[in-house]
């Protein structure tokens, strides 16, 4: 049994760290994701037209990609929802494998505590002989 808890700590340990690891990556995700759109915004901002003389192509240039810009901001909002999303999925998950490896760790201790015990209880006892025996 003691054998057997032990695996399952290993398990839950290893469950808890694939599931940190898969959480730590969604918010990477996320943050890529809004570090991009924040690099769209501020792209977006330099475009505006700074005073003097401008020739109409070179307005007319920086005016399309402007709105190009933020169709592609818009765009990700959809992206940077769905990552939000998968990362709190994730976070969820990786409370619950925490959860479940710190039950596991308890359920190892208790049988660790009654092996001890048991092995005190054996060694305690006097060996008997079995019956018809040589001395």
Do not use: C
Request: glycine letters at 8%; charged letters at 30%.
């Amino acid at each position: 049994m003691l054998r057997k808890r032990a695996r399952i700590v290993r398990v839950r340990n290893v469950q808890h760290l694939q599931a940190s690891a898969q959480a730590a990556q969604a918010e990477g995700r996320v943050a890529t994701l809004e570090n991009s759109a924040a690099r769209l915004v501020s792209l977006r901002g330099s475009l505006e037209p700074t005073p003097g003389v401008l020739f109409a192509a070179a307005l007319s240039g920086a005016g399309e990609l402007s709105m190009r810009l933020d169709a592609a901001r818009h765009g990700m909002t959809d992206a940077i929802v769905e990552a939000r999303a998968s990362a709190g999925r994730l976070a969820e998950a990786r409370l619950a494998a925490r959860i479940r490896q710190e039950g596991a760790e308890k359920l190892g201790e208790q049988a660790r505590a009654a092996y001890a015990e048991w092995r005190e209880k054996k060694q305690a006892t006097p060996h008997r002989r079995k019956a018809g025996g040589e001395r």
